[in-house]
């Protein structure tokens, strides 16, 4: 069945560092990439998605890459902060059929270290 | 605070029982999702409903089942309840579609003994 890979699971940067987190996906129908920020004891969050008909979208010191050939998308965090620890989730979903699907990555552990 | 509303926090039954849970969406929005948080399997999606109808379903169970009513609230039902469904339910909402952002609610921890 459908799935997205997410790399790596675990993460630690130092303060101030990039970090970059990867997905892969294997239904090539899907067309809607969220990224989903959940701290320890709290909610997921949107922290910004992408479309396919667009290649990368940028949000302060957040950005997300898709390469549809490839079927896998990352995202950039630069200028690392403490507040930036927390666990991140990809989702992949394919909006275009009657009913979607929606399938979440396993989730990357960022720890930024000050 | 997200303006989705679940109840309740903690829920703690015992194998083979049956619970609900309970989810107010935002203000407006039409759309209410569940999900499953679990050690193990991450976060599942599990389905949507769109203003009282069902959207698309992840990969819940036979042994759930949901519904939204008309003021737009939606329960989720898990009967027959095993060990391995102990986990973080959150709900969430958004204006229409699964394109649109969606607020999660607080989560309602389940633990079956």
């Known amino acids: 069945g459908e799935n997205v890979e997410q790399h790596p699971s675990t993460l630690s940067v130092q303060e101030g560092d990039s970090a970059v987190i990867k997905c892969t996906y294997s239904?090539?129908?899907?067309?809607?990439f969220p990224w989903y920020k959940q701290e320890l004891g709290k909610r997921p969050q949107l922290i910004i998605d992408?479309?396919?008909?667009?290649g990368e979208k940028k949000d302060q010191r957040i950005a997300v890459t898709l390469n549809k050939t490839a079927k896998h998308f990352s995202l950039h965090i630069t200028e690392t902060q403490p507040e930036d620890s927390a666990v991140y989730f990809c989702?992949?979903?394919?909006?275009?059929?009657?009913?979607?699907?929606?399938?979440f990555g396993t989730g990357t552990r960022l720890k930024v270290l000050a | 605070d997200s303006g989705v509303t679940q109840t309740p926090k903690h829920l703690i039954t015992a194998t083979g029982q049956r619970v609900t849970l309970r989810c107010s969406p935002r203000?407006?929005?039409?759309?209410v999702y569940w999900y499953q948080q679990s050690l193990d399997q991450g976060l599942q999606f599990l389905i949507q409903?769109?203003?009282?109808?069902?959207?698309a379903k992840g990969n819940i169970l036979e042994r759930f089942s949901a519904q939204q009513f008309p003021d737009l609230h939606s329960e989720l039902n898990l009967s027959s309840l095993e060990l391995g469904d102990s986990a973080l339910y959150f709900c969430?909402?958004?204006?229409?579609?699964?394109?649109?952002?969606?607020?999660f609610g607080p989560g309602t921890r389940l633990t079956v003994l």
């Open positions: 969430a909402s958004s204006v229409v579609g699964v394109t649109d952002t969606q607020y």
């Open positions: 239904d090539s129908a899907s067309n809607y």
């Open positions: 992408i479309r396919s008909n667009v």
């Open positions: 989702a992949a979903a394919d909006t275009t059929s009657g009913t979607y699907k929606y399938i």
């Open positions: 203000s407006g929005d039409l759309s």
């Open positions: 409903y769109y203003n009282g109808e069902e959207r």
